[in-house]
């Protein structure tokens, strides 16, 4: 993350309704994750302290209308 932050000048957050998120097994099985893979997200995500439970995300594409633009800086 620093890296992009040095790269870009700052941070940039897209967000969206959560409404169009996948989270759990579904998530999973629609990026096409094994098992193994998901579980070693997991457990590095953990030893970072996150909250795997609330990690949401989407394969599909989502309309740019929809966005919303966090910079953080």
């Known amino acids: ?16 309704d959560v409404k169009r998120l996948y989270v759990g097994e579904v998530l999973r099985r629609k990026a096409q994750m094994t098992d193994e893979v998901w ?21 599909d594409s989502l309309p740019i209308d929809g966005l919303v633009v966090h910079v953080l800086s």
């Open 39 to 59: 579980a070693a997200l997991y457990a590095a995500g953990k030893l970072q302290q996150a909250y795997p439970a609330a990690w949401c995300g989407s394969v």
């Open 1 to 16: 993350m620093r890296e992009t932050y040095v790269a870009s000048g700052g941070l940039v957050r897209y967000g969206c």
